[in-house]
């Protein structure tokens, strides 16, 4: 059975690693097919997309895309998107935007609750690609004001945090929304996180493809659970690593056993719902 990750972050985001390095890690692990999901940002695809063609791994375009609502912050997963889809780009140029001038905001309320910390601090712990709170949590450990990035979102940046502020005002409908009309499958992400069943019901009624069932975080018993589930809300599954490289969050390349027939099930669902643009 070939195996496959459907869930990671390279430096275009809040991983540490280039997207070349996480698919030389997906070959060596012996997968047959891989998909970026940076936050909110495509900009590592043609990275990825060369170095799986020189290396011979498939390449599955994805996206993790941010929204909120009631106060949670809901990753909803977006496969196949067409890359060239000018209005989806543009959701995401603005969003760029809008993510350097919240680490500014961010900045300004920690530095207004005493914390010593500037914007060229956060810059200076990012990658190249869209800016978000685990960097601002590792300007914080190399300022010396926590000794874990968890400690940094625990004290500072998390919801009950002086320096929180979302990632994103966006709603999961709206999300599914964007999505699918550029094309894309979207999929709710570790499910576990948001704890709250209903909440996933009325994003199925809003047109929510899939579930994320495999999950590094996901214990067997969860699994088995968010198999049922998916199946009674007939939702496809996937499943990832949700690795970030060294960043302390998410496992290893390809330690989530799925098969690449969920992938065929992807582009399946894909071509029997053309978007709606
Ligand atoms: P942002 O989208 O900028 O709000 O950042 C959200 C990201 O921060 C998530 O995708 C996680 O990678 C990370 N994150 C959120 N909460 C925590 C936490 N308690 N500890 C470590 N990382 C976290
Ligand atoms: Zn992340
Ligand atoms: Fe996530
Ligand atoms: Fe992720």
Known sequence: MSRIDLHTHSYYSDGTESPRRVVELATQAGLSAFSLTDHDTLEGHAEAETACREL???FIPGIEFSSSTQGVEVHMLGFLIEASHAPFRQVLARQKTRRMQ?????VSKLQAAGVAI????VLAASGKGVLGRPHVAQAL?????????????DRFIGPK???FIHGSTTSPADAIRIIREAGGVPVLAHPVYLKNDALIEDMVRDGLAGLEVYHYSHSPGLVAQYEQMADRLG???TGGSDFHGNAKEGA???SVNISEELVERLQAWKQAHPSAS
Do not use: Q, S, Y
């Open 56 to 58: 011979g791994i498939r």
């Open 102 to 106: 919240r680490i500014r905001d961010i």
């Open 118 to 121: 500037e914007v060229a601090d």
């Open 141 to 153: 450990l190399n300022r010396g004001h926590v000794k874990t990035l968890r400690e940094a979102f």
């Open 161 to 163: 945090g002086p320096g």
């Open 235 to 237: 939702l496809l599954r």
């Open 252 to 254: 290893v390349v390809g």
